[in-house]
């Protein structure tokens, strides 16, 4: 029996049933309590499927989760199929239940250091060292927001990313888009597949920034181009109603446009630390720096596994829950090899 607590604050005692490992069988994690075949850093969609999928291999596996999965500012979780409109912390309860009914332990602690030392040696803010044969790495990203006032608290209402994820919630009102890069072109076109009503704030872009091309697709698209920089955000009984220019006797001139949903582009900052600490490569792409994995989540250091939204901008819940259960099966397959390689040598 194992000590762990839950994510609802409670600590409980769970047997491994059914699993071989504590006879010392192929699931076996040498080294005491606090030895794992694999530690999961990140209770998200993709560190649950991973978990999910080694607790059903029956291996021995622990979740460390700080518990801020990414979209928990929205109140609807849409677009993965059969949990479409589920609460994000419903189907993540819902996952803690079910990685719970294998065995599986989870944590509620960050992981503030790892190091190699065969395995893996995985420290918790909580004080406890854990060790791991293969480490998953599920931490997510960070949304960096532009800093206009006002913007940060809408951020998953009406402040919004992706219209994958909310397009057809706000369908057909007064759209902004707020451009932070001559990307949000890209963006600006997207959106208008969900309302007809579009405006461009240019805010931190430059109009000459702006290609021929970029302005006849605008113009074709029937989106409205406002240059000048955005102050604040208008808020009226807890909705957005308005986009306010700067002053300053430009172009930009204090004006407000009455908006009911703003697109904005947060910088993506995946949570990659422990990775790089660990020596994983890393490369650029055009949304930030993720790591080098190969199709199954493995980074360059043996052992060493990445899923969901740190290793990869676009992942739906969906898309990372796959990457998670995609790295998990490939974590068995190379533990079961390990060990079996182990007893043809002896
Ligand atoms: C506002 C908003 C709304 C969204 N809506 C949708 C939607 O409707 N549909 C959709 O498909 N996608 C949506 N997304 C995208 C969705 O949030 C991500 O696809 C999904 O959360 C990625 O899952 P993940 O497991 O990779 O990361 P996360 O869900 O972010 O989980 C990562 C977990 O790791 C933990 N963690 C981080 N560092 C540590 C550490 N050092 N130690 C321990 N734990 C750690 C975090 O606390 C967190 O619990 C939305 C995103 C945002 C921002």
């Excluded at 530690?39 to 560190?47: D, E, F, S």
Aim: aromatic share 4%.
């Amino acid at each position: 029996m194992t000590e762990h607590t839950t994510n609802t604050g409670r600590t409980e005692q769970t047997g491994h049933a059914g699993r071989s490992g504590h006879a010392g069988g192929p699931g076996h994690a040498p080294g005491g309590a606090d030895a794992y075949e694999v530690v999961v850093v990140g209770g998200g969609a993709a560190g649950l499927s991973a978990a999910l999928v080694l607790g059903r291999a029956r291996r021995r596996t622990l979740v460390v989760d700080a518990g801020e999965p990414r979209n928990a500012p929205a109140a609807h979780m849409q677009g993965y199929l059969s949990r479409d409109g589920m609460s994000p912390a419903e189907f993540l309860a819902t996952g803690r239940e079910e990685i719970a009914r294998y065995g599986v332990e989870l944590v509620r602690d960050r992981v503030v250091d790892a190091t190699r030392d065969g395995g893996f040696a995985v420290a918790l803010a909580g004080g406890r060292t854990v060790r791991a044969r293969q480490l998953v790495v599920a931490t997510g990203l960070k949304d960096e927001l532009p800093p206009v006032e006002g913007l940060a608290e809408r951020f998953g209402r009406d402040v919004l990313h992706c219209p994958y994820c909310h397009g057809w919630e706000v369908r057909d009102q007064a759209f902004g888009v707020l451009a932070t890069s001559p990307m949000s072109v890209h963006q600006a076109l997207m959106v208008t597949q969900w309302s007809k009503d579009v405006k461009l704030f240019l805010h931190t872009v430059g109009e000459a920034e702006l290609s021929d091309e970029d302005l006849r697709r605008l113009a074709a698209a029937g989106v409205d181009v406002v240059p000048g920089e955005v102050a604040a955000l208008v808020v009226e009984d807890d909705r957005l109603t308005g986009v306010r220019l700067a002053g300053g006797g430009t172009a930009a001139d204090g004006t407000v446009h009455a908006r009911q949903v703003l697109f904005v582009a947060p910088r993506a900052v995946p949570r990659t630390g422990l990775l790089a600490r660990l020596g994983a490569e890393t490369t650029e792409t055009p949304f930030g720096r993720y790591p080098v994995v190969d199709g199954r989540g493995l980074t360059t250091v043996p052992g060493l596994w990445a899923a969901g939204n740190a290793s990869g901008f676009a992942e739906q819940v969906v898309n990372a829950a796959s990457r998670g259960y995609r790295a998990g099966a490939a974590i068995n397959g190379e533990l079961l090899t390990a060990d079996l390689d182990a007893a043809v040598r002896v």
